[in-house]
């Protein structure tokens, strides 16, 4: 297997001793099993965090599937590994269910940009437009929204609202959100947010590693900035990207997102070199910084404690009236993928 350019060197996504390592996960295990729990991950997570999930029968997985994952598993616990739209997401969906989180502190910065109040009075400054929101929100904003999506059906959606005549407030990424206008031609209207992680990413720095690398091929997460969407080879979500580096023929492939997304890729693809997208300039301590440091602060210790003592420290709640608000977009995004999963497998 090949070494990640700039990973094994300068990575700290796996920092533990391997006693260390496996003191937590065989605690970690049985901890699963007394709570009747089952974990899941998200591709942004440490790698540790990864393939503790995939051992112990768990999920890793982008949003959507995370959210797919969650609501249909027997466990009556969830432990997720992520920020924590996405135990709320998990909590919208499965109510009954005990969801918990090494940590309540892990947020995102599309969600913190996008406050409920300031969003609502947007919306109603625009009446006639329907509200799309993105997964990376609070459950307050889902609730204020027409629909919720992820990266990995979003054109799919707009193009659809698109053909039905219907205009669009897209928020929070005006990145994401300018894409999919581009590909839909849609009438969108963008909220202000960025990710703080994807908006980093730099066209110079780009444009050199590829000078670097002719043969390699570019995969890029739509949340950037739209100069570097137009250096891309493929542009798509997380999954979307995976499944690219498959089956892209290129035997080198310059990866554009959070690069804790190497851990299944290398896995799904271990002949080929991963080149970590550059997010810093020159003279920087790092040639990519590229990792979210609230996806980072998920770890096996914090893991532990909350499957141990389950306390208010780790749980998700979400009112009752705000959660069923937050459901009805949230289930029209559900059943808008299984309709498209329906019509690829019609056309196979």
């Known amino acids: 297997m090949k070494s990640y350019s700039f990973w094994n060197k300068h990575s700290t996504l796996n920092t533990r001793s391997s006693e260390e390592k496996d003191f937590y996960f065989n605690k970690i295990k049985k901890l699963l099993k007394s709570r009747n729990a089952v974990m899941i991950a998200h591709y942004y997570t440490n790698p540790e965090i990864q393939a503790l999930a995939e051992i112990t029968g768990g999920c890793v997985s982008d949003s959507l599937e995370m959210a797919r994952f969650g609501s249909i598993h027997p466990a009556t616990t969830l432990l997720v590994a992520g920020v924590k739209f996405m135990g709320e997401t998990a909590k919208i969906l499965s109510p009954e269910k005990n969801v918990l989180m090494p940590t309540l502190e892990a947020q995102c910065s599309l969600d913190i940009s996008c406050p409920i109040k300031e969003f609502s009075a947007f919306c109603d400054d625009h009446p006639d437009r329907t509200v799309v929101v993105y997964a990376n929100t609070s459950a307050a904003v889902k609730a204020r929204a027409d629909w919720v999506v992820t990266s990995s059906i979003a054109v799919d959606l707009i193009e659809h609202l698109n053909y039905l005549g219907q205009k669009i407030i ?21 909220w202000q947010g960025t990710c703080i992680v994807h908006n980093e990413f730099k066209t110079r720095g780009l444009k050199r590693l590829k000078n670097l690398y002719p043969n390699a091929a570019v995969i890029v997460h739509p949340e950037s900035p739209q100069s570097i969407i137009e250096l891309a080879d493929v542009v798509g979500s997380t999954s979307q990207l995976i499944n690219a580096a498959k089956k892209l023929p290129h035997k080198q492939l310059i990866v554009v997102t959070d690069r804790a997304i190497f851990y299944k890729m290398q896995q799904i693809v271990p002949d080929k070199e991963l080149l970590e997208a550059p997010t810093a300039g020159e003279g920087a301590t790092c040639r990519s910084c590229a990792h979210c440091p609230w996806m980072a602060m998920n770890n096996l210790k914090n893991i532990s404690d909350s499957l141990e003592f389950g306390s208010s420290k780790y749980k998700i709640n979400v009112d009752n009236e705000l959660r069923k608000a937050a459901l009805l977009p949230l289930n029209r995004m559900l059943n808008f993928a299984k309709t498209i999963k329906c019509n690829v497998k019609s056309n196979i």
């Open 170 to 190: 897209w928020a929070p990424d005006r990145n994401l959100g300018g894409y999919i206008k581009l590909k839909s031609n849609a009438d969108i209207i963008n």
